[in-house]
C-alpha cells in the first residue's frame, strides 16, 4: 500500500476462498452445516473466505488459512454426543444416592440435635 | 587538531560543572546510589537468567534473504552441495568456534522472496525455513559438528598446513540426540523414510505441491549427503592432505583404519 509505518507497507495477507456447493472433498451433512454456521463468511457468489494476517510469512498465513478450514470442516462433520442407556441410568442413580444420603445426615443431625434437648425432667 | 580548553568566555568560569555543591566539587557518591535509598540493582532480587550463558550453545543465524542474495551474486554455487565451508569462503557468515557458536541455523526472514533449489546442510533449521526450501525443490538436512570438527570446518586450509590427519566427526551430545534423530528436523541421523513422510507433512501443512526431486536433472547431487562421521565431502577421517606437494595421504594400518571407519 501507500507509504508510512513497516505494518503499512508489508501486505502479506493470505485468502483462500473456494465454492462451497461444489466441494465434493467435504460430505453433504457437513457442506450445510458449514454453509448455516459461516454464513458471515460466504459471499453471494457462493464462495467461503478464509484469511489470515497474523504472521510476516505470507507462506505461514497460507498454512493458518488451512489449518483454519480443517478445524471448520472437523466441527461440521462432529456427531452430537450419544450418551448411552446405562450412562443415563447410572447419573439418576448417582444423583437419587446422593439425595438419599443427604437427608440420612440431616435426621442423624437432627436426633443429636434432639437428644441434647432436656424436655421432661 | 585542535584541544579544547577550558579557558575564554564559553568554556571558561564555572567551566561546565554547575553551581556549588558535591556536582562542582567533584564529591557525588557512586554510580546507582539513590540518596539512602534502597538502590534499583539491590532492590532487585537475583534470578539466573544469564546463568551458564558462557557455556550455551550459539548458532549464527542465516536468514533465507541472506542466501538468495548470495546466491544470485555467485558467492555461493547452487550447482554443488552447500555446506558451512562454502558458506564461509563466500563469507556469507562468519562462525567463530570459540565463542561457544555450534554452527549456522536457517532462519525464515526471506521466506517470500526465495527461490533456490539447493541442497544444504545447516546444524539447525525452523519449520518454515525447511518448507520454503522444499517447496523450491530443494533438500535441508541438519547435522551435528562437535567444537573440533566445527573450526576444522570453518579453516580447512589452516588444518591441512598442520599436517595432522583428518579427525571423524563425535556424535552429538545426548540432548542433541533427539533433535538429530527428529525427521522433521530433517536430521542426519534421521530415518530416510521418515524424512520422506516429513516432506509430504510439511506440504500438507503449508498447501504446496512437493515437487518431485527423483526427476530432477540435479537429483544426484541434491541427494549426496555427508556420512555421520565424516568432515569434508571428498575427504574421508584419518587422511593427511599435504597442500604444498598437492598429495593426500592415506592410512594403510589395520588398526588405524578400524579406528576410523567405526
Not at chain 2, 535441508?140 to 579453516?155: A, G, H, N, Q
Request: hydrophobic fraction near 30%.
Amino acid at each position: 500500500g501507500p507509504g508510512g509505518q513497516h505494518v503499512n507497507k508489508v501486505n502479506t495477507k493470505a485468502e483462500v476462498r473456494f465454492h462451497l456447493a461444489s466441494a465434493d472433498w467435504i460430505p453433504e451433512a457437513a457442506r450445510e452445516k458449514m454453509a448455516s454456521m459461516h454464513r458471515n463468511k460466504i459471499n453471494r457468489a457462493g464462495e467461503l473466505i478464509v484469511n489470515s494476517e497474523e504472521s510476516r510469512y505470507q507462506m505461514r498465513n497460507l498454512a493458518i488459512c488451512l489449518e483454519k478450514i480443517r478445524t471448520m470442516v472437523t466441527e461440521a462433520t462432529e456427531k452430537p454426543k450419544v450418551v448411552s442407556k446405562e450412562t443415563t441410568q447410572k447419573l439418576i442413580e448417582r444423583v437419587e444416592k446422593m439425595n438419599r444420603e443427604r437427608l440420612r445426615q440431616k435426621k442423624i443431625h437432627s436426633n443429636i440435635k434432639q437428644s441434647r434437648k432436656a424436655d421432661f425432667d | 587538531k585542535e584541544r579544547r580548553r577550558g579557558r575564554g568566555r564559553y568554556r571558561g568560569r564555572k567551566c561546565g560543572r554547575g553551581h556549588k555543591g558535591e556536582r562542582q566539587r567533584g564529591n557525588r557518591p557512586r554510580l546507582g546510589f539513590e540518596g539512602g535509598q534502597t538502590p534499583f540493582y539491590l532492590a532487585i532480587p537475583k534470578y539466573g537468567f544469564n546463568e551458564g550463558h558462557s557455556l550455551r550453545r550459539q548458532y549464527q543465524p542465516l536468514s533465507l534473504q541472506r542466501l538468495q542474495y548470495l546466491i544470485d551474486l555467485g558467492r555461493v554455487d547452487p550447482r554443488q552441495p552447500i555446506d558451512l565451508t562454502q558458506l564461509t569462503n563466500a563469507r556469507g557468515v562468519t562462525v567463530q568456534p570459540l565463542k561457544r557458536d555450534y554452527g549456522v541455523q536457517l532462519v525464515e526472514e526471506g521466506a517470500d522472496i526465495f527461490s533456490a533449489k539447493v541442497n544444504i546442510e545447516v546444524q539447525r533449521a525452523s519449520e518454515l525455513a525447511i518448507a520454503t526450501i522444499e517447496k523450491n525443490g530443494g533438500v535441508v538436512t541438519t547435522s551435528f559438528y562437535d567444537p573440533r570438527s566445527l573450526e576444522i570446518l570453518c579453516k580447512p586450509v589452516l588444518f591441512f598446513l598442520r599436517g595432522r590427519p583428518i579427525p571423524k566427526r563425535m556424535l552429538p551430545p545426548e540432548d542433541l540426540v533427539r533433535y538429530y534423530t527428529d525427521a522433521r528436523n530433517r536430521g542426519y541421523l534421521a530415518d530416510p523414510s521418515k524424512v520422506a513422510e516429513a516432506r509430504l507433512e510439511l506440504a500438507k501443512k503449508y498447501g504446496y505441491i512437493l515437487p518431485d526431486i527423483t526427476k530432477d536433472e540435479l537429483f544426484k547431487m541434491l541427494s549426496t549427503r555427508k556420512d555421520p562421521r565424516q568432515i569434508f565431502f571428498g575427504l574421508a577421517p584419518g587422511w593427511i592432505v599435504n597442500m604444498a606437494d598437492k598429495k593426500i595421504l592415506k592410512p594403510t594400518d589395520e588398526k588405524l583404519l578400524k579406528y576410523y571407519s567405526s
